[in-house]
């Protein structure tokens, strides 16, 4: 029936117009697909740690620097010239930078990843370069560029990073049949590993959370495929009515540990 329909447009318009099957859409149209999200949108590179909106984010605020503070809103603006996916996304992008309090120099109210509060709106906040990204993220003269989406300006391929920041930031990724979670390390330790490497020494090196708590490494794997982290929050007893949490595990807030103790105390437990 498809190959009549197909028979009739050619005839009645003239024209070359062909229909691709379902099948054929798969193999060729879904890998397109899958790669443009894996590799331009979900999962951060390997060379510089950064997926393309924090690239275009960095390059950005390179571009606008001069010292002083930038209101969020306009690099927000000024990164739609590299990024065309919308102001939101590349907004939420920038405060998780500066939430890692590493590359990026926040001033206001930025949100806290130990209770869960969201960060105030972009036209509030204000950002720079901080001087560790200055020293370690950027150099013109080795860094491969490429035009950016409409071709109107220049943007970087990768950026020459001379630090491990995959490991040091961590990184999150929901893309098409693959995801990812690299957690994040602690910053000393990526310092004395990395000058080990160097002097071609063996080390061992285990992920670190910046909401502290307790973590067991037993399963870890070396953080490959099928292995598993299990965190705990650090809890003492001051006496004997009342326990003490003073550290809390990674990916858990205080708004959302008040909640699980109220349901199970309405439990009775």
């Known amino acids: 029936m498809i190959e009549e329909h197909e028979e009739l447009l050619n005839e009645d318009n003239g024209s070359q117009e062909t229909i691709t099957k379902v099948t054929g859409m798969y193999k060729e ?4 697909y899958a790669s443009y999200v894996i590799l331009e949108r979900a999962v951060p590179a390997i060379e510089d740690g950064f997926k393309p909106v924090q690239r275009r984010i960095m390059h ?4 606008l620097d001069d010292g002083r503070y930038n209101k969020v809103a306009n690099i927000v603006g000024h990164t739609m010239q590299y990024h065309p996916h919308g102001d939101a996304s590349i907004a ?6 500066g939430q890692k309090d590493l590359l990026i120099d926040t001033q206001g109210n930025w949100g806290n990843i130990l209770t869960g509060d969201r960060a105030a709106a972009s ?4 950002a ?6 200055m020293d370690v993220v950027y150099n013109p003269k080795i860094t ?16 020459p990073v001379m630090f491990p920041l995959l490991l040091a930031q961590g990184g999150e990724g929901i893309a098409v049949g693959l995801s990812t979670k690299i957690l994040p390390h602690n910053f000393i330790e990526l310092i004395d590993a ?10 061992t090196i285990l992920p670190d959370f910046p909401t502290a708590g307790i973590a067991d490494f037993t399963n870890y794997n070396d953080g490959l495929r099928g292995g598993k982290v299990r965190v705990r929050a650090l809890i003492s007893q001051r006496d004997k009515n009342t326990l003490m949490i003073t550290e809390i595990p990674f990916g858990t807030t205080t708004s959302s540990l008040i909640d699980s103790i109220l349901k199970a105390n309405e439990k009775g437990k």
């Open 123 to 126: 036209r509030y906040i204000e």
């Open 92 to 97: 939420d992008a920038m405060v998780q930078i």
């Open 144 to 159: 491969q560029w490429q035009a950016s989406y409409d071709g109107r300006r220049k943007e970087p391929v990768n950026l």
């Open 128 to 133: 720079r370069l901080s001087k560790f990204a």
């Open 194 to 203: 990395s000058v080990k490497h160097l002097k071609g020494k063996r080390f």
């Open 29 to 32: 149209w879904f890998l397109d």
């Open 60 to 63: 950005s605020m390179k571009d």
